[in-house]
C-alpha cells in the first residue's frame, strides 16, 4: 500500500483539497502500478517550512510503498506531483521535495525453499 505524506508550509485554509487528494493518488497508482484503492495521502499544512532561507510556498513529501520503486518511477512521482502541487497551491516545482523509500528495497523477491 503506497503512502504519500505531503506537508507544506501553506494554508490549506479555505482550499478545495479533494482535487489534490484524487489527483495524487490516481498518478501515484498509475506511476507505481498499484490500484488506487491501495494508495493513502495525506496532506498538512500550515508548517513552518524555511526552503533556500526563506519560506516562500514550499512543500516536502515522503512516499512508501511495497515495491514498484526504481529510478524512473522516482522521477515521473516527482514531475507529476510537483506539477500537482505547483497547479493546486502554487508551490513551484522548485520548491518541492520528495523522498522515496520502497519497503523492499534490497531484499531478494524470490524465496528458496
Same mark, same amino acid.
Given at each position: 500500500?503506497?503512502? $504519500?505524506? &505531503? /506537508?507544506? !508550509?501553506? #494554508? ?7 482535487? *489534490?487528494? =484524487? ?23 500550515? $508548517?513552518? &517550512? /524555511?526552503? !533556500?532561507? #526563506? ?7 515522503? *512516499?512508501? =510503498? ?48
Amino acid at each position: 500500500m503506497p503512502c $504519500l505524506y &505531503i /506537508s507544506t !508550509n501553506v #494554508n490549506l485554509a479555505g482550499v478545495d483539497a479533494d482535487p *489534490i487528494f =484524487s489527483e495524487a493518488t490516481k498518478a501515484v497508482a498509475t506511476i507505481i502500478g498499484k490500484p488506487e484503492h491501495f494508495v493513502m495521502v495525506i496532506l498538512k499544512g500550515s $508548517l513552518a &517550512i /524555511s526552503f !533556500n532561507g #526563506n519560506k516562500e510556498p514550499a512543500a516536502y513529501a515522503e *512516499i512508501v =510503498s511495497m515495491g514498484g520503486i526504481n529510478r524512473e518511477v522516482k522521477r515521473n512521482l516527482i514531475a507529476s506531483l510537483g506539477t500537482i502541487l505547483e497547479s493546486k497551491l502554487s508551490i513551484p516545482r522548485t520548491r518541492f521535495f520528495l523522498k522515496v523509500f520502497d519497503t523492499t528495497g534490497g531484499r531478494n523477491s524470490s524465496s528458496k525453499l
